[in-house]
């Protein structure tokens, strides 16, 4: 019997989902060695007995997803989390920062009928993770990566250096170097196949921190050379904002030794 795949969602956007679905002929490959048996977005839907790999996209926000989560992490021998929602908590994760019940109030006619958490956490906060894949939305080709690795028996091969050494490797001018903008390239991990600063547009950090960010050296620079530090620390308050690196990041109140 082939290895079985699931993919299940929570809080999210599905795009990391439609990535799976983006692969095209990478995928006709997959499924050829996979039986995708759960897959609401493509179709298959069997619940029955256990699961090889589960990809997980989205974050925990209320009381069900943190009960469904563990009864996934029961079903499945490998566990991956996929996307920035599912990795730290995803651009939702700003209400960890907000009153969730005053929102709630402003919007909803009736927030009685609501049952939401006050904050929206990554999946691994919940239950034991093997692999994260982060991105938003994740980046197909170490989709694929991830799948075959974990087909083979080997650890996935994806890069966890920064945006700046792609950028080099494909000539894009440095736009905080060249055009003095406040980028998180340096201190976000590669993945993204650097499309912002390719049209002089600064990393809004997509794929999270890399591997020992050092944002204090980092925003101390930005805010002796003139930027905001409200400016900053909404720049880093996006997709990944509750990120373990990136939450407590403060240029206003913080300096080098």
Not at 66 to 88: D, H, M, N, P
Not at 174 to 193: D, F, I, N
Not at 215 to 242: E, I, W
């Amino acid at each position: 019997m082939p290895p079985r795949l699931a993919v299940f969602k929570f809080a999210s956007c599905d795009g990391c989902q439609l990535s799976l679905l983006a692969c095209e002929d990478e995928l006709l490959a997959v499924a050829e060695k996979v039986e995708i048996a759960y897959f609401l977005e493509a179709g298959p839907r069997d619940t029955t007995g256990m699961y090889d790999i589960g990809l997980v996209e989205g974050s925990v926000t209320t009381p069900h997803d943190a009960e469904r989560i563990r009864e996934v992490r029961a079903q499945c021998k490998y566990l991956v989390t996929i996307g920035a929602c599912a990795t730290s908590g995803g651009i939702q994760a700003l209400r960890n920062w907000g009153d969730v019940d005053e929102f709630a109030r402003q919007v909803y006619a009736h927030p009685e009928y609501l049952k939401t958490l006050a904050t929206s956490t990554a999946i691994a906060d919940h239950v034991k993770v093997d692999f994260e894949l982060r991105g938003c939305p994740v980046n197909k080709h170490q989709l694929v990566e991830l799948i075959s690795a974990l087909l083979w028996g080997r650890t996935p091969r994806v890069a966890r250096y920064s945006v700046c050494v792609e950028c080099k490797r494909r000539q894009v001018v440095c736009v905080a170097v060249a055009r003095g903008v406040a980028c998180l390239g340096p201190v976000t991990q590669a993945g993204c196949e650097v499309i912002c600063p390719a049209y002089a547009r600064e990393c809004f950090g997509c794929f999270g921190p890399k591997e020992q960010p050092n944002l204090l050296s980092l925003g101390v620079r930005y805010r002796d050379d003139g930027h905001d530090p409200q400016h900053l620390t909404r720049l880093v308050r996006s997709f990944n904002a509750y990120s373990a690196e990136f939450r407590n990041f403060d240029p206003a109140n913080q300096k080098e030794s």
